[in-house]
């Protein structure tokens, strides 16, 4: 098959003819129609992620069909259309158990534990468990933006923030996290800002649905920009970025009694940022992570797309080819995409 393959962090990628990928016993192998190209990829590629072995083929949110199915599997076969959580879980630890696969004890990632969906096809591990059957009337490229940032965004939004009508949630960073973000909780009827260092993305996020935004840029101070559009302080914020003085200004935006959500990677020198304890005890806040969603979570997400609440085909800026892919990768860290990137043609 083609992929597109580096065998040395930091160094430019190539699309080569590598060998196939052949189904475990309980997983599937899928031919991927689209995959989504996140900025977690680019971490990977930097050799921020102590899972990648090289050479490593990256990918991690993809769509296709599936081409071929291990003996194991029950719930699937040939042909079906599907996308995958960029977390997968075992299925048999006391977290998937309990309906946690996102934070399984033995999980699996595409694109980090093994190879990825930069390529003509993917294996997936524990096929019963993590896929999730796409709509008829879904195409791939926009299940392909749900895998990573969509996902995380919506259980970010729902399911750790708890947002409802009426509250005012603060989104740093308007890349695909934070847009996804923004839509997401425009749709259970808050109040967004949207916080960015760039005018494009800051309309753009506008556009789906964001209150009032604030150029970190040009702004004096962030922090007091939130508290006064909102009235005292955001219900809810969300680092889209991954980073400590974004972190900061996320925790210390927060009204009292209010809730960050950390979603941006942070790596290497951003691993321990600086909080300010003395408010989060004092105001009584709450700080919590999001990390993927599991595949029995996708059905009200889609359920709300189906229904036209949700419309993440609004946040694809562009669609490239394996070759162009690797541009789009190797300049993630300069933001160059105002929206998602996604490979449509292998």
């Keep these: 098959m083609r992929a597109l393959i580096y065998r040395a962090f930091s160094v430019l990628p190539r699309v080569e003819q590598v060998a196939d990928p052949v189904p475990t016993d309980d997983g599937v192998v899928l031919k991927v129609m689209a995959s989504g ?13 102590p899972d990648i072995e090289l050479p490593h083929v990256p990918g991690h949110e993809l769509a296709g069909t599936i081409e071929a199915v291990g003996k194991n599997v029950s719930r699937w ?3 079906d259309r ?10 048999r630890c006391p977290e998937c158990h309990s309906g946690n696969q996102q934070v399984c004890d033995h999980q699996f990632q595409p694109g980090f534990t093994h190879w990825g969906s930069f390529a003509e096809y993917v294996g997936i591990h524990y096929a019963d468990v993590n896929l999730v059957r796409l709509p008829n009337d879904m195409n791939f490229t926009t299940a392909a933006s749900l895998g990573c940032r969509f996902a995380t965004s919506f259980r970010a939004v729902v399911d750790q923030g708890r947002v409802s009508e009426g509250q005012w949630v603060a989104v740093h960073g308007c890349g695909g996290v934070g847009l996804s973000a923004i839509m997401i909780a425009r749709a259970f009827g808050a109040n967004v800002i949207g916080v960015d260092l760039a005018d494009d993305k800051l309309a753009l996020a ?3 649905g964001a209150t009032a935004t604030i150029n970190a840029a040009a702004a004096t101070d962030v922090v007091n920009g939130i508290r006064e559009l909102s009235g005292g302080g955001a219900h809810v914020s969300v680092d889209a970025i991954g980073s400590a003085s974004v972190c900061f200004n996320s925790i210390a935006s927060l009204r009292k009694r209010g809730k960050h959500i950390q979603v941006g990677l942070m790596v290497e020198d951003h691993r321990n940022p600086r909080v300010p304890m003395d408010r989060v005890l004092a105001n009584e806040l709450e700080i919590l992570g999001s990390h993927g969603m599991q595949a029995h979570r996708y059905a009200e997400m889609l359920e709300m797309i189906a229904a036209g609440k949700l419309a993440p085909e609004r946040l694809i800026g562009k669609t490239v080819c394996l070759e162009e892919a690797v541009a789009e990768l190797t300049s993630m860290n300069d933001y160059p995409t105002n929206g998602v990137a996604v490979i449509t043609e292998f």
Excluded: E, K, Y
């Design 37 to 49: 190209i996140c900025r977690s990829d680019w971490h990977g590629w930097q050799g921020h992620d």
């Design 77 to 79: 076969q040939a042909g």
């Design 82 to 91: 599907v996308t995958v959580p960029f977390v997968g879980g075992c299925g």
């Design 206 to 208: 506008r556009q789906l």
